[in-house]
């Protein structure tokens, strides 16, 4: 069974830090060839994209709200993908999901982790 567990959330002060992981397991197919994102929904918002590291690990991309501030990063033996979050605000509050995209031909398969929860709040 596909799962992507995400750890790590919870109650930050602002201008606190935190670290995000999600650790894969049940795939058939190596980690390492999975694109990694980490996306977040507020409440009563859209979810939306923070940020994707490739399969390699050697390229990152950043929502523009989130540069600077946070930091996506991988390790492909442990089968985790962390995001370091740092300067934190009100506004970040949401619950943090992880993304898997694997390409397969002209299609890909994707897959969701269930969500922590971050609150910033003092």
């Known amino acids: 069974q596909v799962q992507l567990v995400e750890s790590g959330g919870g109650l930050v002060q602002p201008g606190g830090s935190l670290r995000l992981s999600c650790t894969a397991s049940g795939f058939i197919f190596s980690f390492s060839s999975l694109t990694m994102s980490w996306y977040r929904q507020a409440s009563g918002k859209e979810r939306e994209l923070v940020a994707s590291?490739?399969?390699?690990?050697?390229?990152?991309s950043y929502a523009d709200s989130m540069k600077g501030r946070f930091t996506i990063s991988r390790d492909n033996f442990q089968k985790t993908v962390f995001l370091q979050m740092n300067s934190l605000k009100p506004e970040d509050t949401a619950v943090y999901y992880c993304?898997?995209?694997?390409?397969?031909?002209?299609?890909?398969?994707?897959?969701w982790g269930k969500g922590t929860l971050v609150t910033v709040s003092s």
């Open positions: 590291i490739t399969s390699d690990g050697g390229s990152t």
């Open positions: 993304y898997a995209r694997r390409v397969i031909g002209s299609g890909a398969m994707t897959y």
